[in-house]
């Protein structure tokens, strides 16, 4: 049971993770990373979190208890924040700064992998203690283990990505990249702390239900949905016979008979359901006879497989129902009777309702186009009020002043007679000779729009190189027209040298060869795809084939060879029949031979007891023969002694008297 100063330090221990987390995500200079900054996240941050995950290591383990949610959230807590903090700081630094990289493709790689490994933390802090349920206490162990190298390794690797930038100047330098991560960081360590006192405080734990459980509750759930749903049909069915096509008496019977028999299969116990299914016959319902109807209402009624109405004439006679055949199952039964009417006098109410419904789809039709007419009239009603406004408007509207042009070198004209000077391109401009656009062929490399006070270029570029042109000058953005990943656009106003606007405008022209090339590889490395695809398909369609053989082979002959060891079960099966016969008749005659030993024995036992009981009594009587003469000695001898002691007092007496001045013989007695 964990104890309020265990969970007092569980606590604190998450606040002060957290603070530390807030403290390395939050970059500590404007312009540069600092040695100092690498000591501290890297070195001096992670021994104070080791210390803390050790803490709530030996709490977790001293009182495992997967079930309680406080416990492993914040066991696990203080070490993903930090591994969390420190991708992030990682993060930051690599987008300020592409320095310490040859190529871009590295600097891009590098951060695809620490921004997935970002994610992957994110989401695994917030999982983990529903993952590690099934864990046994070893097996926790190992994880726990395995969590700890990765992050040891993890945090070598942003050691040496973080180190190649300390010293060098950071190439984004605004005070948001601080003022940002500190808000952000700042919200989710109060989100976490918030998260860990309310677990604190609460008694929230995890339930672990049964898988088998489950099941068994959904199917329970689904067989009385079905059973439900199954009334719910045949009632329909019931009512729709009832109703729609004329009958009552004949289905009141069959409605509550099937009605019944499904209530008492659905009373029967779950493991009568699970026993094998015997074959059952079919025993003839007794004959129901129904009463005669009218000559006008002929009915018959029998099983068919489909509810088929049929037109027959007014003359045919009155059809007694045939005995319908009841079949008994263990499963739910569904009855289907269909019941074929004839009624000549419904077939007419038909076509009238019918005929009625038309008229009414046409009034219907009718009424809608009187609408669509209206609308129409409304809108061209619209359309000449705004004709008019717009007139009005226009009569109103004042002569605009003419802007100011700012002077920009090099000018608009400068750049448009440079990509003119190209060979081999052709140009088109707009009506106003603002916007222009440049083709090579029908493929356009470059595009230019004029306005007062700047201008724009639309250009291709590798995208390998864009970063170093986006970071290092003003007003590169990605184009939204033309569509493609090699499209940029940039705003001159002033800021861009001569030499820099023309190598963009070379590099666009070679930017549309190079793409141009890479085109014809793409398609014929689609082409060589397309066609070893279907070399790939005709090669499996082949290998299906022979598969598909080779299965019939050995499904066929699997069937022999079961069909074989069917026959030798079945011989096997006689066999072990008669040996269990023979081993039957022997057990029984064993059995008898025991009976009748166990007889014997027992009438031997009686007899020695019998003559043990009769020794046993003879014995007594002697030793009561012995004892009767043992007293009778006694009594004589004792008899004896009286009789001399009296015969001695007697003696006495009679000297005493005869001895002068002797006493009396009562005093001599």
């Known amino acids: 049971m964990l104890s309020n100063k265990e969970k007092n330090t569980l606590l604190i221990s998450n606040i002060i993770a957290i603070v530390i987390s807030l403290i390395v995500c939050v970059p500590f200079g404007k312009t540069s990373v600092t040695s100092f900054e690498l000591i501290a996240k890297f070195i001096v941050a992670p021994i104070l979190i080791a210390v803390l995950v050790g803490i709530t290591t030996y709490t977790k383990y001293n009182n495992f208890q997967p079930a309680n949610k406080f416990i492993f959230v914040s066991a696990y807590t203080p070490f993903f924040s930090y591994v969390g903090a420190s ?100 919200l989710f360590a109060a989100f976490h702390v918030l998260r860990i006192m309310y677990l604190h405080s609460s008694k929230e734990s995890f339930k672990m239900v049964s898988h088998k459980e489950l099941v068994a509750n959904w199917k329970a759930e689904r067989e009385k949905i079905y059973s439900e749903a199954e009334v719910d049909i045949l009632y329909g069915l019931y009512s729709f016979s009832k109703n729609e096509l004329g009958l009552s008496d004949e289905l009141d019977d069959l409605y509550e008979e099937i009605i019944e028999e499904l209530e008492s299969q659905d009373e029967e116990p779950a493991a009568e359901e699970e026993k094998p299914e015997e074959p059952v016959k079919e025993e003839a319902a007794p004959e129901e006879v129904v009463e005669e109807k009218p000559v006008e209402e002929p009915v018959k009624v029998e099983p068919v497989p489909e509810e088929v109405v049929e037109e027959k004439p007014a003359t045919e006679q009155p059809i007694v129902e045939e005995p319908v055949p009841l079949v008994v199952k263990p499963e739910p039964v569904v009855v289907k009777r269909v019941v074929e009417v004839i009624n000549e006098v419904e077939l007419e109410l038909i076509q009238k309702e019918q005929k009625a419904l038309q008229e009414e789809r046409q009034k219907l039709e009718e009424m809608q186009k009187a609408k669509l007419e209206q609308l129409m009239e409304v809108e061209k009603e619209l359309a ?286």
Do not use: C
């Not at 001159?492 to 405008?505: A, L, P, S």
């Not at 290998?543 to 019939?552: C, P, Q």
């Open 384 to 669: 000449q009020v705004e004709e008019k406004l717009a007139a009005a408007a226009a009569k109103e509207r004042k002569p605009k002043t003419p802007p100011v042009v700012k002077d920009i070198k090099p000018s608009f004209e400068e750049v448009l007679n440079y990509v003119r000077a190209i060979p081999d391109i052709t140009e088109k401009a707009n009506a106003t000779q603002t916007s222009y656009r440049f083709m090579i062929g029908n493929k356009p490399f470059l595009m230019m729009q004029n306005s007062p006070k700047d201008y724009k270029i639309t250009f291709l570029y590798e995208l390998d190189e864009i970063v170093d042109l986006i970071v290092n000058t003003p007003n590169v953005v990605k184009a939204k027209s033309p569509k493609g990943d090699n499209w940029f656009k940039l705003t001159n106003k002033g800021d861009y040298t001569e030499d820099q606007i023309f190598d963009v405008v070379d590099k666009s022209h070679r930017m549309l060869e190079i793409l141009e090339e890479r085109k014809l590889q793409a398609k014929e490395q689609a082409r060589l795809a397309k066609l070893e695809a279907k070399i790939r398909e005709r090669e499996a369609i082949r290998l299906e084939k022979e598969k598909a053989r080779e299965a019939e082979r050995m499904r066929k002959q699997k069937e022999r060879e079961a069909e074989k060891l069917r026959i030798q079960r079945e011989k096997e099966k006689e066999r072990q029949k008669i040996l269990a016969q023979k081993e039957k008749e022997k057990a029984r005659l064993k059995a008898q031979r025991e009976k009748e030993r166990e007889k014997a024995r027992l009438k031997a036992q009686k007899e020695r007891e019998a003559a043990k009981l009769k020794a046993q009594k003879e014995k007594e009587r002697e030793a009561e023969r012995l004892r009767k003469q043992k007293e009778k000695e006694e009594a004589k001898l004792k008899a004896q002694a009286e009789k001399a002691e009296k015969k001695a007092q007697e003696d006495a007496a009679k000297k005493a008297a005869q001895e002068p001045g002797s006493s009396t013989p009562k005093e001599a007695a």
């Open 87 to 186: 991708l992030f700081s990682t993060l930051l630094a690599l987008i300020r700064t592409t320095n310490g990289y040859s190529h871009y493709y590295q600097w891009l790689l590098t951060l695809i992998v620490l921004v997935t490994a970002f994610v992957l933390v994110a989401i695994v802090n917030h999982m983990i203690h529903r993952w590690i349920l099934v864990f046994t206490k070893n097996e926790l162990m190992i994880v726990d283990t395995v969590l700890l190298i990765l992050a040891i390794f993890l945090t070598f690797v942003l050691h040496n990505t973080v180190s190649n930038h300390v010293g060098a100047v950071l190439q984004a330098e605004s005070i948001l990249y601080i003022i940002v991560p500190l808000v952000f960081g700042l």
